[in-house]
């Protein structure tokens, strides 16, 4: 078909049809609205999200250079809420001063991991075959490696850093997306509009960007929800063995670390860090949650 | 059935082929010569050729993974370079304390997310339900190793009760670190095993909830069956295969768990022996407790795998 047919067939009317697929996000999003999980976890998030973006400025504290030696290990008070740490720094700063760092890992790792994943599970599914079962097989190596353990495996040949500890569960991450994404792709590639579509001259890459990802977006978008919660709780675990974030950095999972030695005299140390990670853990679980349930089609009004 | 057990463990020879790969390629992508890493920074030239040469890390690549893996089928994994110890019997010691946590916790995950998922799909929508559900979500959303934490503070360093309480003046209940005692077992097995607990029970509760909607459920109940049978000969029984599969896959999350939940409770398992190692950049014991986790995981999920074939058989037959 040549560009300037494509010109003249269009429609001269002003008038659009409405797009089904505008629609649909619409009747989504009306159905999240009235989801409970969905909405406090969603409210939860840009909740956090503001922290992160507003927080830092306004700490009464600095997070790292406000060392009150002579008031360390100080008890939650009116001039330090959270309390103090070994060093007298204000924990309350250093929570808010961490919440940017948490999202970012727990955003980035996952934005890179499903990308990967999503582009191996499509090729896998809409090729099919050689192609197939050789990334698939690639999958399951790596699912078969035990959670956490490919994560640390990883951070170990890289090193123990932040931007490593990204990758790393960016990682471990992808075989879940390349898996979901493939199932779907096998789905939809079934049906006639795809046939249609090849019929029409459509090239692959056309086909698959333009008319399979659209419409496989909704196990995607809960999947990389529920992920961001996994990928923090793995991320913070991994600082918290001292192989992610270093201090002094304001991580939660290395703060934790720090004060499971003032476990006896300081336990405040240890409980606001990770009352700050289960926040973040459970907004992103509630919406992940609100949106399987709002995707269902079973639930579809 | 027999045919499918075949099928199923060749298909496991890739995987452990592809496991074993990335193993062994750990030593090799770690930026700098292996050599020199083991030998440490300003060794002398000729003890780093020493150690290059009895790793035989001068052969061609393919001939150092074919050496690492008939090594390891016989059940040398190499030496460690702490202790100057057998890899597999430096792990051959740690090996059954953590499979023994990932038990006893899988085994407290399936008792109390049973319970839970039952209760709540009987109670839908009630005010039981929806506390369960929101602990379980909690248990999901916390991450093991703070619980861990707290749990320590709260049972094994204590919090002092009112005078009124009979017998106990404290809660340190609990012993805070090592593996062994029951007082030593209990801190850790609940750390470990709250998020699987947490997940079995939410699959259950929808899993219950997908068979109580179903047909031959009302039919059974319109015969005038009791509730209580209705619910654990028929429902449950059809509601456990997909959570068959979520218990083998839990195993494996706990597994990796328990690097961190050892950690925080100083139990003496191949998860603490990882961290020991990387952190003292002893790679051979690395590799080779990574390589058994793995196997074993592996092993775990075929046996899954079986076990639902046969659960499904038996209900195809009925």
């Known amino acids: ?301 | 059935m027999f045919q499918f057990i075949i099928r199923r463990i060749l298909q496991t020879i890739p995987v452990l082929i592809g496991v074993s790969i990335i193993v062994f390629s750990m030593m090799h992508l770690v930026p700098g010569d292996p050599a020199q890493v083991i030998a440490g920074e300003g060794a002398p030239q000729e003890q780093i050729d020493n150690i290059r040469e009895r790793l035989g890390l001068n052969d061609p690549l393919p001939k150092q993974y074919l050496d690492y893996v008939t090594n390891a089928v016989q059940g040398d994994l190499g030496t460690s370079m702490r202790s100057g110890r057998d890899v597999s019997s430096e792990i051959g010691a740690r090996f059954w304390v953590t499979v023994e946590l990932a038990f006893y916790s899988t085994v407290l995950a399936v008792f109390v997310g049973l319970i839970v998922g039952i209760i709540s799909a009987t109670r839908k929508y009630s005010a039981i339900d929806t506390t369960l559900m929101l602990i379980a979500l909690f248990g999901l959303s916390m991450p093991n190793f703070w619980l861990g934490l707290m749990l320590i503070q709260w049972f094994a360093i204590g919090i002092d009760l009112p005078s009124w309480v009979p017998f106990f003046s404290n809660t340190a209940w609990f012993s805070p670190s090592g593996w062994g005692s029951f007082s030593q077992i209990v801190l850790p097995v609940i750390t470990l095993g709250t998020s699987s607990a947490a997940i079995i029970a939410r699959m259950t509760r929808s899993s219950m909830l997908d068979v109580i909607g179903q047909d031959y459920i009302r039919t059974a109940r319109a015969k005038g069956v009791k509730e209580q049978i209705v619910i654990y000969r028929h429902a449950l029984k059809n509601a456990l295969i997909p959570i068959v599969t979520v218990v083998g896959l839990q195993f494996g999350g706990l597994l990796g768990g328990a690097v961190l939940t050892e950690s925080v409770f100083a139990v003496n398992g191949m998860g603490k022996l990882i961290i020991d190692s990387i952190q003292a950049r002893d790679f051979p014991v690395v590799q080779g407790t990574i390589l058994v986790a793995s196997l074993l995981f592996v092993f775990v999920n075929l046996v899954v795998d079986v076990a639902y074939r046969l659960l499904n058989k038996r209900i195809d037959l009925d």
């Open chain 1, 1 to 301: 078909m040549s560009r300037s047919n494509e010109h003249i067939e269009k429609p001269q009317t002003a008038i659009k049809p409405p797009n089904p697929r505008l629609k649909s996000w619409k009747s989504v999003f009306n159905k999240l609205k009235k989801n409970k999980s969905a909405v406090v976890g969603g409210v939860l998030i840009i909740l956090l999200i503001i922290i992160a973006l507003v927080g830092p400025y306004l700490t009464p504290y600095d997070p790292l250079y406000d060392q009150d030696v002579t008031n360390k290990l100080a008890t939650p008070s009116s001039d330090h809420w959270f309390g103090t740490d070994n060093f007298g720094r204000d924990i309350f700063s250093r929570v808010i001063q961490g919440t940017g760092l948490t999202l970012m890992i727990g955003f980035f790792s996952i934005l890179l991991g499903a990308t990967i994943g999503i582009f191996l599970g499509i090729i896998a599914g809409y090729y099919g075959k050689r192609t197939d079962s050789i990334i698939m097989r690639i999958m399951d190596v790596l699912l078969a490696f035990p959670s956490i353990l490919l994560a640390l495996t990883i951070v170990t040949v890289l090193g123990g850093s932040m931007f490593n500890v990204i990758i790393a569960v960016a990682i471990s991450s992808i075989p879940i997306f390349a898996r979901i994404v493939r199932g779907s792709t096998l789905s939809v590639k079934k049906l006639e509009y795809i046939d249609a579509m090849r019929a029409l001259g459509a090239s692959d890459s056309r086909i698959i960007f333009k008319h399979i990802l659209p419409n496989i977006t909704s196990p995607i978008i809960v999947q990389a929800t529920l992920s961001i919660a996994t990928a923090i709780l793995s991320a913070s675990g991994l600082s918290f063995l001292g192989l992610g974030a270093q201090p002094p950095t304001p991580e939660w999972g290395a703060m934790l670390s720090d004060g499971r030695n003032y476990l006896y005299n300081a336990p405040h140390v240890a409980l606001f860090p990770g009352l700050a990670i289960v926040v973040a853990v459970l907004a992103f679980n509630l919406l992940g949650d609100g949106l399987r349930d709002a995707f269902d089609p079973k639930t579809r009004e």
